[in-house]
T-cell receptor, first 111, second 111 residues
Framework: DAGVTQSPTHLIKTRGQHVTLRCSPI?????VSWYQQVLGQGPQFIFQ???????GRGNFPDRFSARQFPNYSSELNVNALLLGDSALYLC??????????FGDGTRLSIL | QKEVEQNSGPLSVPEGAIASLNCTYS??????FFWYRQYSGKSPELIMF????GDKEDGRFTAQLNKASQYVSLLIRDSQPSDSATYLC???????????FGTGTSLTVIP
């Protein structure tokens, strides 16, 4: 079975631009979460979506937004990119009350 | 503020030894606890999860949870060079809507 898939794998943007990251969960998983991981740190929670509704939001500015589609795939959008947004963005999916499984991530570099 | 504290290491053990990784957490409402392994440049990979006080064993790995002391640990027996990675401790609260990660402990197994 396919795991969590994320696209693109790498992305280079400049300050002020906008970016959209995509995630497809494991088949049957209805919950998708997004994390930001800066080098040398643990993943920081951004959003969780379940059944297309936002169920949790971390301490990130309004420049970060997300949505989940009827097929449970998800997009993370970041506006007005800053240098500090450079990080590995991870998507994880899960069934209720089960551990999360991560995709390979999107490495975002801001120039 | 929900916090997870891990010794960042690096921790070095000889091949065949027992590696002991520790994690403390601040939220007494924490319900579920997870250990993830992350190789450099890769996404986190679930190793074990534990919900109840006591020990849980899976092959060479043993997770130990003490909710009264707000402490969870991971023991790796017969350590192998392939175990060299960063180990992330994480927990969720009873809502299960968000994972809180530590900064990770870097483990090196010396052949």
């Amino acid at each position: 079975d396919a795991g969590v898939t994320q696209s693109p794998t790498h992305l280079i943007k400049t300050r002020g631009q906008h970016v959209t990251l995509r995630c497809s969960p494991i088949s049957g998983h209805k919950s998708v979460s997004w994390y930001q991981q800066v080098l040398g740190q643990g993943p920081q929670f951004i959003f969780q979506y379940y059944e297309k509704e936002e169920r949790g939001r971390g301490n990130f500015p309004d420049r970060f937004s997300a949505r989940q589609f009827p097929n449970y795939s998800s997009e993370l959008n970041v506006n007005a990119l800053l240098l500090g947004d450079s990080a590995l963005y991870l998507c994880a999916s899960s069934s209720p009350n089960q551990p999360q499984h991560f995709g390979d991530g999107t490495r975002l570099s801001i120039l | 503020q929900k916090e997870v504290e891990q010794n960042s290491g690096p921790l070095s053990v000889p091949e065949g030894a027992i590696a002991s990784l520790n994690c403390t957490y601040s939220d007494r409402g924490s319900q579920s606890f997870f250990w993830y392994r992350q190789y450099s440049g890769k996404s986190p990979e679930l190793i074990m999860f534990i919900y109840s006080n006591g020990d849980k064993e899976d092959g060479r790995f043993t997770a130990q949870l003490n909710k009264a002391s707000q402490y969870v640990s991971l023991l790796i027996r017969d350590s192998q060079p392939s175990d060299s990675a960063t180990y992330l401790c994480a927990f969720t609260t009873n809502t299960g809507n968000q994972f809180y990660f530590g900064t990770g402990t870097s483990l090196t197994v010396i052949p």
